[in-house]
């Protein structure tokens, strides 16, 4: 059995350093990153070799992938041990993925019901900080296209511009969008805003022969379809 070696710290403590077959960047290149542990393959986005690090990592969201990935860059930074470089490598790492999982859901997805939408959209963004205004473009047998994030922030939607909306969707000579945005408080209850801007991006596709087939918000577990309520939709 190969030994373990041993590093001196300034704090006088011994610890073993793992010989460099067991290290996570050899393991990677190695077996690739389906054969290492969660452990493992946070160490290696944060490069290095001290695995008690990166579990630190781990359990500083209980364990829970699903909290890590919603992490912002200020709560990785907040982790002993991970500086301000490290937080947002973190942060990127995350951010990555959420838009690699986002563009595999979305690739042809038929939306048959305002639900469809709402559930495509949900788990992304029901749980962000702020709110973000999304753009989902459709062909003739309403499957989405792609998918736009076109505003972030505080959205005053009296703001929205009416060209920008339309513009992916015409770019890519989409028939119909859906449009989309979250409310932080977690009730989706449309605003009078909200309704006025549907009724200026409605009036809007039909003279641009992009039909607006829906305005979805999104809040915590919660949506609301605006043309079901028909709100906005009233000369559709």
């Known amino acids: 059995m190969e030994q373990l070696t041993f ?4 704090t006088g403590a011994t610890r073993p350093t793992l010989p460099a077959s067991d290290q996570p960047g050899n393991r990677i290149r190695e077996y690739g990153p389906p054969a290492l542990s969660t452990t493992e393959l946070i160490a290696c986005i944060l490069g290095t070799k001290d695995l008690d690090l990166a579990l630190a990592v781990y359990n500083h969201f209980d364990g829970s992938l699903t909290r890590l990935a919603r992490a912002q860059c200020h709560e ?10 490290t937080a947002a ?7 990555l993925g959420r838009r690699a999982s986002c563009e595999r859901a979305d690739e042809l997805y038929q939306i048959r019901a305002p639900a469809d939408a709402a559930n495509l959209l ?16 459709l062909d003739t047998r309403n499957r989405v296209l792609k998918t736009q994030c ?3 922030g505080s959205l005053n939607t009296s703001l929205v511009r009416i060209a920008e909306v339309f513009h992916l969707a015409n770019a890519i ?14 009730d989706p209850t449309p605003s009078a805003e909200d309704i006025a801007l549907t009724r200026r991006l409605v009036d809007a596709g039909k003279l641009l022969e992009i039909e607006v087939l829906d305005h979805v918000i999104i809040g ?9 309520r028909g709100l906005g939709f009233e000369t559709a």
Request: glycine share 6%.
């Open 150 to 152: 076109l505003y972030t």
């Open 173 to 186: 000579h989409a028939c119909g969008i859906i449009v989309a945005h979250n409310h932080p408080s977690g």
């Open 89 to 95: 490598r973190l942060a990127a790492t995350v951010e």
């Open 220 to 228: 915590r577990n919660h949506w609301i379809s605006l043309r079901e």
């Open 122 to 137: 949900m788990p992304k963004i029901q749980d962000l900080p702020q709110e973000t205004f999304h753009v989902m473009c």
């Open 7 to 10: 590093t001196t710290f300034n």
């Open 76 to 85: 990785f930074a907040a982790i002993p041990g991970i500086g301000p470089a």
